[in-house]
């Protein structure tokens, strides 16, 4: 007997990760990484961060994914504070933790990225007695001093 399993994948823009990569917008849009980088220079993508741990020779850009959803003719304005991305990014603004699994999901990137962000200083860890296969829980303070620090202007 054979069992075949099936998928169903559901693909639209606004649901998902907060933030998108440069080379993901670049395939949604067929344009070059310049095109990507010149739209962020002209403010066209106002909200993009470089999440790269300190030193890196490339950088990391994320962009919102509301300046993606304007570039395609969503409804969003240009006019959303460090508070409306943030709250849109890490989600429930009433916790004052972030599991590190749930940033990298919001980030887009690897957990051995946060790891590294950890390690050198950038984003900082909640004390907790975590067992070995427990996530990393980080304090929410320093994942929003990071991306602010962080906005490619």
Not at 64 to 87: K, P
Request: glycine fraction near 8%.
């Amino acid at each position: 007997m054979s069992v075949t399993l099936q998928r169903r994948f559901d693909f639209a823009l606004g649901g998902g990760r907060p933030l998108h990569t440069v080379s993901g917008v670049m395939g949604l849009f067929d344009v070059t990484e310049d095109d990507v980088l010149y739209l962020i220079e002209d403010g066209q993508f106002a909200w993009a961060f470089d999440i790269a741990t300190p030193g890196a020779r490339k950088r990391e850009i994320r962009i919102w994914r509301r300046c993606i959803m304007l570039r395609q003719g969503g409804d969003f304005t240009a006019e959303a504070t460090i508070a409306d991305v943030l709250e849109d990014i890490l989600p429930k603004p009433h916790l004052p933790t972030i599991r590190a699994v749930s940033l990298c999901r919001a980030f887009n990137c690897s957990s051995s990225h946060i790891g590294h962000l950890i390690s050198l200083g950038c984003l900082q860890e909640e004390a907790s007695d975590r067992g070995i296969t427990v996530t990393r829980i980080l304090t929410r303070s320093s994942v929003e001093r990071f991306l602010a620090e962080r906005r490619v202007q």
